[in-house]
């Protein structure tokens, strides 16, 4: 069975920041660690960029519209690229095949008699991009999500009928617990939807930055409302509308968003996906909010975290490893340099670090750099069949996205090694003349790093890949069948010096975040 992963497709009326590259890496993570395992993986990332906001936001640059579309999208492309994260697509609202799926999806939608045209009077948030009714308001003015003050526009619109779809989804959340992970979070949707849905009104005629009506329906005058577009993008990526080429990915195995987009996610979304009599995904994954020592990240506070600043100090997959393993997933974190450098230079520098540079260096020392394993079960099946455990139990907490318990896990594999090296201790076994005992203990250590590279490899790609090149074999799905599904050891290591991975940081990289 296939896969599909995506993210939210991030609006471009502002760089990216940490909380896109957090989405980001926990989206690449999963798909890479499908694709280590052989499944066939879509991943889709890209930018959202029609609506008031983000005309609003070309014109606040003095640039046209299309042209300050172009240079963000650009923007976050070329982060990802430099980030190295394995997106097969990267789509854009603007494209011309998008367009075309959401007009299809547009008329399927009308055809069945779920779209009317009808007026819209209302209370307006252009940040959100978000009617809300009366009640919904802080004191009669103020956006409930942002905080921002709202506009009452009135205009006529073509409204989707989602109070159709109450009981369907109803139903289905109850029969489909892991439809919203974690599963903490789908209560306040199906209170959401028990509190009654209102119709949505999906177009604008209030400005023209949208995707046009469909030829069909001939009504200039509108342009569809930005979430109906946007969230079309998982399925028009895949060439609905159009070719339907990689049609055969949907439904989506997971899409992660951040949980202040989750309501648009877990109703809207489905409730389209319903009318247009396609299946839905299988999973919403809903992520926290990331802060900054503590505090909002905010453009006015002057606390923004960049992911290329955090990257050009730090290195893009310590990042990753940091917040990967900082944060369960679906709860709040705190980026602060001070667990970041700790979690550096305890977990990287020490446990994974050293023990690579101790294996290289007594493997040379004793051996040559060659080794092989012939004596490992011999005189650690113990340490094997601890190892063996360890690595079995790893699939269940990445499909759980519990990425923080699996390197958790994943680190007791290094607990192991170094105890098996402070207990045998090679550098005795030599003295006394035992150099297969001795040398059996540096294959265990050198086959725990081997396995242990293979299954952070998704976290953190081009580490393990120097890992795994200093060891003499290479990650891919072949050696994870190998050596993690089938449990063998590997023959022959002909190890390689390399720099240290993880130089210890004494001092914070960069500049600490302004205090409040
Ligand atoms: O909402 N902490 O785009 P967007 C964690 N275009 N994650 C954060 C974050 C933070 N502080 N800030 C942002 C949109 N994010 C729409 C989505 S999808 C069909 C359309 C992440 O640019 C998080 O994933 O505002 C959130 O959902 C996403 O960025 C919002 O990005």
């Given at each position: 069975m296939s896969k599909y992963i995506t993210t939210p497709i991030y609006y471009v009326n502002g760089e990216a920041h940490i909380g896109h590259a957090y989405t980001t890496f926990i989206a690449d993570s999963m798909a890479r660690y499908e694709k280590l395992k052989g499944e066939d993986t879509y991943f889709l990332t890209g930018t959202d960029e029609h609506g008031q906001k983000i005309e609003e936001s070309a014109q606040k640059n003095g640039k046209p519209t299309q042209l300050f579309a172009d240079e963000i999208?650009?923007?976050?492309?070329?982060?990802?690229?430099?980030?190295?994260?394995?997106?097969?697509?990267?789509?854009?609202?603007?494209?011309?095949?998008?367009?075309?799926?959401?007009?299809?999806?547009?008329?399927?939608?009308?055809?069945?008699?779920?779209?009317?045209?009808?007026?819209?009077?209302?209370?307006?948030?252009?940040?959100?991009?978000?009617?809300?009714?009366?009640?919904?308001?802080?004191?009669?003015?103020?956006?409930?999500?942002?905080?921002?003050?709202?506009?009452?526009?009135?205009?006529?619109?073509?409204?989707?009928?989602?109070?159709?779809?109450?009981?369907?989804?109803?139903?289905?959340?109850?029969?489909?617990?892991?439809?919203?992970?974690?599963?903490?979070?789908?209560?306040?949707?199906?209170?959401?939807?028990?509190?009654?849905?209102?119709?949505?009104?999906?177009?604008?005629?209030?400005?023209?930055?949208?995707?046009?009506?469909?030829?069909?329906?001939?009504?200039?005058?509108?342009?569809?409302?930005?979430?109906?577009?946007?969230?079309?993008?998982?399925?028009?990526?895949?060439?609905?509308?159009?070719?339907?080429?990689?049609?055969?990915?949907?439904?989506?195995?997971?899409?992660?968003?951040?949980?202040?987009?989750?309501?648009?996610?877990?109703i809207y979304w489905p409730a389209f996906l319903m009318s247009l009599d396609l299946p839905l995904p299988k999973h919403i994954g809903a992520h926290g909010w990331w802060t900054r020592d503590g505090e909002k990240m905010s453009k006015s506070k002057g606390n923004v975290v960049s992911p290329r600043e955090v990257a050009n100090a730090y290195g893009v997959e310590n990042l990753r490893y940091f917040m990967l393993r900082e944060v369960p997933f679906g709860q709040d974190g705190d980026f602060s340099q001070r667990a970041f450098i700790d979690r550096i230079n305890s977990e990287l520098s020490n446990d994974l670090g050293n023990l690579l540079n101790r294996i290289i260096g007594m493997s040379g020392k004793y051996s040559n750099f060659e080794i092989d394993s012939v004596n490992v079960l011999k005189y650690h099946k113990k340490e094997i069949d601890a190892v063996n455990i360890i690595l079995d139990s790893l699939d269940t907490f990445m499909e759980n996205i519990q990425i923080h318990r699996y390197l958790e896990e994943l680190w007791k594999l290094f607990s192991i090694g170094n105890k098996a090296i402070e207990e045998h201790a090679p550098w005795v076994k030599m003295k006394e003349n035992k150099k297969d005992e001795a040398l059996a203990t540096v294959a265990l250590v050198a086959n725990i790093l081997a396995k242990a590279s293979i299954m952070l490899h998704p976290v953190m790609p081009r580490?393990?890949?120097?890992?795994?090149?200093?060891?003499?074999?290479?990650?891919?799905?072949?050696?994870?069948?190998?050596?993690?599904i089938d449990k063998k050891l590997l023959k022959l290591f002909n190890i390689k010096v390399v720099p240290p991975l993880f130089p210890r940081i004494e001092e914070p990289l960069m500049p600490e975040a302004p205090s409040a």
């Open positions: 999208s650009a923007g976050f492309k070329n982060l990802w690229d430099e980030f190295e994260i394995d997106y097969d697509k990267f789509i854009r609202t603007t494209d011309e095949d998008h367009k075309k799926g959401v007009q299809k999806a547009f008329e399927v939608m009308y055809a069945k008699g779920d779209i009317y045209k009808d007026f819209y009077e209302g209370h307006y948030c252009v940040s959100c991009e978000t009617f809300f009714t009366e009640t919904q308001l802080v004191d009669g003015e103020f956006c409930p999500d942002c905080g921002r003050s709202t506009n009452i526009i009135k205009e006529e619109s073509y409204f989707f009928k989602l109070s159709k779809y109450e009981d369907a989804l109803l139903k289905y959340y109850a029969q489909n617990p892991d439809f919203i992970m974690p599963r903490s979070r789908a209560s306040e949707v199906i209170n959401f939807v028990k509190g009654g849905l209102r119709d949505l009104s999906v177009t604008r005629t209030s400005f023209t930055w949208g995707v046009q009506m469909p030829e069909s329906i001939k009504d200039d005058k509108h342009v569809m409302y930005v979430w109906l577009d946007a969230l079309m993008n998982y399925i028009t990526a895949l060439g609905y509308g159009t070719d339907e080429a990689n049609m055969h990915y949907w439904p989506a195995s997971i899409q992660f968003v951040g949980k202040d987009i989750l309501r648009f996610h877990a580490t393990t890949n120097t890992i795994a090149d200093a060891l003499s074999f290479s990650i891919n799905s072949s050696s994870y069948n190998e050596f993690i």
